[in-house]
C-alpha cells in the first residue's frame, strides 16, 4: 500500500433537509451518508455493498462532487477537494468519472456517440478537432464498439451497448478513479459479466482505481479487492473481499452473503432471511440501527450505538457482538 492514498475520506456526512409546512422549515434531516471513513489506493476497487436507499450512490455522488458535502473530508491525492468551488473542481473532474446505472439517463439522445465522447475533450480543451476524432475512434475501438457508432444515437444501441458507451466516456480524460455506480444492475446476466470483464480489463490497461457501488454482493465479489458494507448511511463492516465472503462477522453482512445462489444443488445453504425494510434515515432507530432486523439482538443494541472498530489488520466491524466484554 502506497502512503499517500488516492482518495482518502474522512467522516463524510450528507445530510438533506427535509422542508416541511407552509414555510418550508427544514426540522428533520435525511442522514442518507453519516460519518463515513475510508481509502482506495492506486489501482485498487472497493467494493461499496447495501440495499437501495442506504446512501451508496449519495456517497459516490459526494466524492465526484456532484454533491457538496454537508460535512467531512475527501482527499484526492493528498488535496482537500470537499469544499472547492465549480471552478477550482476543474481538474479534479478530469481524474474523478463516473459511470451511471443507466446510461441512457446520462447520455444525451439528441446527440450522437461521436458528440458525446467529443463533449469532455471539448469542455476540458483538449486538442483540435481532428486530434479529438482519432480520441473517439480510439475509445470506440478500447470499449468494442465499431468506429461506425460515432454517427449513431444512444437509443440505437442495446443496454450493453449504451453501458459501454457511457464507460468510453468517462475514460475520455484519462482519469484516475472511476465511481463505477450499479453499473451492470439493469443489464441481463449473460451482459453483466461481459460488462464486468471490460471494467477488469481496463482497470489493468489504465491503473484505474474504481468505487464499485451494487446492491447485490455476488458482483461486487467478483470485481473487488476490499469490501465495504453499507446501511442505513453508515460503512458496518468492511474490509479485505475474500476476508468479508468468508468470514462475515456483522449479522448484516452475513444475511447478503447467504442470500448468493450457489450454482450446486448437492450443497446445503442457510439462508438467513433479513426481516423488514430499511429504517427511514430521516429518523433512524436508536442504539445500533441494524437492531429491528438483526437476528442476534441483544438489549444493549437498542441503546448503545456500535462503532467500526478493527478485529484484525485487513478487517473492521460494527456490531457489539465483536466487542463483549
Ligand atoms: Fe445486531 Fe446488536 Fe450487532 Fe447491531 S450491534 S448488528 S443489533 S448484534
Redesign the pocket.
Given at each position: 500500500m502506497s502512503a499517500t492514498p488516492l482518495l482518502r475520506v474522512r467522516d463524510l456526512s450528507m445530510h438533506f433537509p427535509v422542508r416541511e409546512g407552509v414555510l418550508l422549515r427544514a426540522s428533520r434531516f435525511n442522514r442518507a451518508v453519516d460519518n463515513v471513513s475510508f481509502d482506495i489506493q492506486p489501482g485498487e476497487t472497493l467494493g461499496l455493498v447495501g440495499e437501495s436507499g442506504c446512501g451508496k450512490s449519495t456517497l459516490g455522488r459526494c466524492i465526484t462532487r456532484l454533491y457538496r458535502p454537508t460535512s467531512g473530508s475527501i482527499e484526492f491525492e493528498g488535496n482537500e477537494i470537499s469544499k472547492l468551488g465549480q471552478r477550482d473542481l476543474l481538474p479534479y473532474r478530469r481524474d474523478i468519472q463516473m459511470i451511471f446505472q443507466d446510461p441512457m439517463e446520462s447520455l444525451n439522445s439528441r446527440h450522437t456517440v461521436g458528440d458525446i465522447l467529443e463533449e469532455p475533450l471539448i469542455i476540458h480543451n483538449i486538442g483540435d478537432r481532428a486530434a479529438r476524432k482519432k480520441r473517439v475512434l480510439e475509445l470506440l475501438d478500447i470499449v468494442g464498439l465499431p468506429s461506425r457508432s460515432m454517427s449513431r444515437y444512444p437509443f440505437e444501441f442495446s443496454g450493453g451497448q449504451r453501458q459501454r458507451i457511457g464507460i468510453a466516456r468517462s475514460i475520455a480524460l484519462n482519469p484516475k478513479l472511476v465511481i463505477c455506480d450499479e453499473p451492470v444492475s439493469a443489464l441481463d446476466v449473460s451482459i453483466q459479466s461481459q460488462i464486468l470483464n471490460l471494467l477488469v480489463s481496463l482497470q489493468r490497461e489504465f491503473n484505474l482505481s474504481y468505487l464499485f457501488i451494487a446492491h447485490d454482493l455476488a458482483v461486487v465479489k467478483h470485481v473487488s479487492d476490499r469490501i465495504a458494507i453499507m446501511y442505513l448511511g453508515k460503512i458496518?463492516e468492511s474490509g479485505d473481499g475474500h476476508d468479508i465472503y468468508r468470514h462475515p462477522k456483522?449479522?448484516?453482512t452475513t444475511s447478503l452473503i447467504s442470500s448468493i445462489p450457489i450454482p450446486d444443488p448437492h450443497r446445503r445453504v442457510d439462508h438467513q432471511i433479513i426481516r423488514g425494510d430499511v429504517p427511514s434515515p430521516i429518523n433512524p432507530p436508536a442504539?445500533?440501527?441494524?437492531?429491528p432486523r438483526?437476528?442476534?439482538?441483544?438489549d444493549?443494541?437498542r441503546h448503545k450505538p456500535?462503532s467500526l472498530r478493527e478485529v484484525s489488520e485487513t478487517h473492521d466491524v460494527?456490531?457489539?457482538?465483536?466487542f463483549e466484554s
Open positions: 458496518v456483522h449479522p448484516y442504539g445500533c440501527s441494524f437492531h438483526c437476528p442476534r439482538v441483544m444493549q443494541c456500535p460494527s456490531c457489539h457482538l465483536e
